[in-house]
């Protein structure tokens, strides 16, 4: 595995480091001892998968408060994302930025979200299944959430006619400290 810093500090893309032979490849895509090697988090609690039909499907932004914040290693097994990232740490240098990456089933990319990140993603073709490798246990009473379009995040989301989002990620609440 290889990690590449990204302007976030604690936020890695993580590129995976194929060995490959006349059958295709194989590579590592979770190490507790590398992310360790790295200052990670390296516990796994539990896996996720969010399969969605049509393009331009957007979920977001989420992540855990207190006392139950997680990490997440994200990675679209089928199809590909508009990935998103915000800062969250009121302490951090990049409180409230954002940072995007696109990941693929041909790029292989995945993206490791530290605590205190919100994190969402629009699918760019239909069929797109992303997995999530994720710290802690989900707990619905730490559950916390950002509009996608909350203007105080001003997150450049590709342009969608047809955007398809749920109820509940269109009708948060504009953001508040």
Not at 38 to 57: D, E, I, P, W, Y
Not at 73 to 101: H, N
Request: charged share 25%.
């Amino acid at each position: 595995m290889k990690f590449i810093p990204t302007a976030f500090e604690g936020a890695y893309i993580i590129d995976l480091e194929p060995i490959e032979d006349e059958r295709g490849f194989f590579a590592r895509s979770w190490c507790a001892d590398e992310l360790r090697a790295q200052g990670l988090v390296s516990n796994l609690a539990q896996c996720s998968v969010s399969f969605n039909k049509k393009r331009g499907t957007l979920r977001g932004m989420h992540y855990q408060g207190a006392p139950h914040e997680e990490t997440k290693i994200v990675r679209c097994t089928a199809g590909s994302i508009y990935d998103v990232i915000v800062d969250m740490r009121p302490e951090s240098a990049t409180f409230k930025q954002w940072l995007s990456v696109e990941l693929s089933a041909e790029n292989r990319r995945m993206i490791y979200v530290p605590v205190g990140f919100a994190h969402g993603f629009q699918s760019l073709i239909e069929n797109t299944e992303v997995f999530y490798m994720v710290s802690e246990f989900y707990r619905p009473e730490s559950s916390c959430s950002l509009r996608w379009n909350d203007p105080q995040f001003a997150i450049e989301w590709p342009h969608e006619e047809h955007r398809v989002i749920s109820s509940r990620d269109r009708n948060y609440p504009d953001f508040v400290l």
